[in-house]
Every structure is written in C-alpha cells, then in structure tokens.
C-alpha cells in the first residue's frame, strides 16, 4: 500500500501581522476554523487514488474535493491538534499582547507538555494517529498491495502522523514543515 499524506490547501485569511492579546488569538483561531480555503497554485497531478481518508473539518473536505479517489471517508480523527492561548494559574498569559506565530509556538509547547489550558493532550492525539493507521490496514481495498491511499489533514496532526507511520516501517521525504498542498508520499520500507 502507498500513502499519499497532504495538508488541506492554503487558507484564505489574511494574516495578522498585530500584536494580540491570548483572547484575541483565541477569536482569530476561531475565523481561521470557518476560514474558506484558496484554489491550488499548481496542477493536481493525475493521480488516482483507492482511498482518500479526510479530515471532517471543511478546509480538509474542500482540498479533498480536487482529487480523484474511488471512496471518500470523512472523519473526527484527522482533525488538526486544537491551539489556544496558554493559561497558568500564577501568571495571567491571556493579557500579553504577542504575534500571532509566538501564540502558536507557546500553544504547541504547551500542548508537547501536556499542560492542561489545551484542549486535547498528547497521548490522546497520538491514539488518534494510531487508530487512523490501524484503520489503514483493516480496509481491504486500502491495505492491498496495489492501494493508494491519500490523507487529507492538518499541519500539527501530520507531523504526529509523519512520526506513527515511521514507526509502523512506513518511508517518506523527510517532513520538516509541511506546506498547504504538498503530498508526501510513503511506502512500507
């Protein structure tokens, strides 16, 4: 079986190029959430695919609906690795004003840590790459050796996914940060 993973294409929001506040970051996450996406920059190459396992968040299914696949499943466990503005009980983070890229790294590290102002906790996180995986193989269709197929998710949830199906004997281009709309394709070693 070949795995094509990809991240959903780029999303149509302007960046914010201000200093925020944790709330404001928290609102500005939110529009980035229902945020439509933009249409490809480059040719969609012709690839056919047995499955496309998507992410059931809309700018997931948008970019899915540029492939071609025999069977689309739309599901909760691709989901992107939810961020918030970090909260700690002695120190009140919400009222820094701070750019947005210093949020999302402070959300991440904080989430790496397990630290409870993140919705979703690691291991959680990494059940839901394993569960995906493990789904992979019981298909039939997907798991034979002529399968391919492609998953549509999320950044964060990619590079937790990238590491699971090393794992599992799976290889691919190193990923180092995954960009809106490129495939990293994997094949069992």
Same mark, same amino acid.
């Given at each position: 079986?070949?795995?094509?993973?990809?991240?959903?294409?780029?999303?149509?929001?302007?960046?914010?190029?201000?200093?925020?506040?944790?709330?404001?970051? #928290?609102?500005?996450?939110?529009? !980035?959430?229902?945020?439509?996406?933009?249409?490809?920059? +480059?040719?969609?190459? &012709?690839?056919?695919?047995?499955?496309?396992?998507?992410?059931?968040?809309?700018?997931?299914?948008?970019?899915?609906? @540029?492939?071609?696949? /025999?069977?689309?499943?739309?599901?909760?466990?691709?989901?992107?690795?939810?961020?918030?503005?970090?909260?700690?009980?002695?120190?009140?983070?919400? &009222?820094? /004003?701070?750019?947005?890229?210093?949020?999302? *790294?402070?959300?991440?590290?904080?989430?790496?840590?397990? +630290?409870?102002?993140?919705?979703?906790?690691?291991?959680?996180?990494?059940?839901?790459?394993?569960? *995906?995986?493990?789904?992979?193989?019981?298909?039939?269709?997907?798991?034979?050796?002529?399968?391919? *197929?492609?998953?549509?998710? +999320?950044?964060?949830?990619?590079? *937790?996914l990238d590491r699971r199906?090393? /794992? =599992?004997? @799976?290889?691919?281009?190193?990923? =180092? !940060?995954? =960009? #809106?709309?490129?495939?990293?394709? @994997?094949?069992?070693?």
């Amino acid at each position: 079986m070949k795995l094509g993973l990809i991240r959903h294409f780029k999303v149509d929001l302007k960046p914010q190029r201000t200093w925020l506040t944790g709330e404001q970051f #928290n609102q500005w996450v939110q529009e !980035y959430e229902l945020a439509p996406i933009q249409a490809p920059e +480059h040719e969609i190459g &012709g690839q056919r695919w047995t499955l496309c396992l998507c992410s059931d968040q809309e700018r997931a299914v948008h970019t899915a609906s @540029y492939f071609e696949a /025999r069977k689309f499943v739309y599901t909760e466990l691709l989901r992107e690795i939810s961020v918030t503005a970090p909260r700690l009980k002695t120190i009140r983070l919400s &009222g820094l /004003r701070l750019p947005v890229n210093l949020w999302l *790294v402070l959300g991440r590290l904080f989430w790496s840590v397990g +630290h409870s102002s993140q919705a979703e906790s690691k291991a959680a996180v990494l059940r839901r790459a394993d569960k *995906v995986i493990d789904s992979l193989l019981i298909d039939d269709e997907a798991s034979a050796q002529e399968g391919c *197929v492609l998953i549509v998710s +999320h950044g964060a949830f990619m590079k *937790v996914l990238d590491r699971r199906l090393r /794992r =599992r004997g @799976y290889e691919a281009e190193r990923m =180092r !940060y995954p =960009r #809106n709309g490129q495939i990293f394709m @994997y094949e069992m070693k």
